[in-house]
């Protein structure tokens, strides 16, 4: 049997698996775009916040931007962060092609990302005890963007070789994953908060 080559991914029987790779640019142009503007928001509100002591960026004792905006470091990890990811979404589906040595740094930059993320989710949750909107995005995005490079480099790895089971079923269902991981986060959300969840009043 001929191999058939789609963009580098194959299933057992060296047929096509799925078109991740024609999906890999938008991921990267749309989660960067909209985990840029949430780093911008972010940093608009903390400079809001110096402006005025008085200024308070919350809805509630809980959906709350103050103290989670603490970490400077973490909003301008993601303005740089973001701005890389959306220009290679956008370098990506003009076509370009990028060197081994650049998915390498992107691979490291949004490991280090994701490993941010989940410490933030940590101190929000069980530290900090508040949620920010904003940041919540940002978590979203970073995760996601995360595992769909990480997939992109799982498979460079193997080259022309044939996939092997896991890292096959991975490519196939590759949404799967990034869906049970949100879901992971949220129920973590709705468990820390739900004392606070069931005490809003209800309509009728």
Do not use: K
């Not at 933030?120 to 949750?125: A, G, M, R, T, V």
């Not at 949100?182 to 209800?202: D, K, N």
Request: proline fraction near 6%; include cysteine; charge should be neutral.
């Amino acid at each position: 049997m001929i191999a058939i080559r789609s963009e580098g991914i194959y299933s057992s029987a060296h047929q096509p698996v799925v078109s991740f790779p024609r999906l890999l640019p938008t991921v990267l142009l749309v989660g960067g775009l909209i985990g840029l503007g949430a780093s911008l928001v972010l940093t608009v509100e903390r400079f809001n916040l110096y402006a005025d002591p008085d200024y308070v960026p919350s809805i509630d004792s809980v959906l709350s931007c103050g103290s989670v905006m603490e970490p400077p470091y973490a909003a301008l990890f993601g303005i740089v962060g973001f701005t890389v990811v959306t220009t290679t979404g956008a370098a990506l589906a003009a076509g370009a092609r990028l060197s081994t040595w650049f998915w390498a740094g992107l691979q490291t930059g949004v490991s280090f990302g994701a490993a941010l993320v989940h410490g933030l989710i940590y101190l929000s949750l069980y530290r900090i005890g508040a949620l920010c909107p904003y940041w919540m995005v940002v978590w979203a995005v970073t995760i996601t963007v995360f595992w769909y490079v990480t997939l992109r480099s799982l498979d460079r790895t193997r080259e022309d070789a044939p996939a092997g089971p896991v890292l096959g079923l991975l490519l196939r269902y590759h949404s799967v994953p990034i869906v049970v991981w949100l879901i992971g986060v949220a129920v973590l959300v709705i468990a820390r908060f739900w004392p606070y969840w069931s005490s809003l009043p209800r309509n009728g």
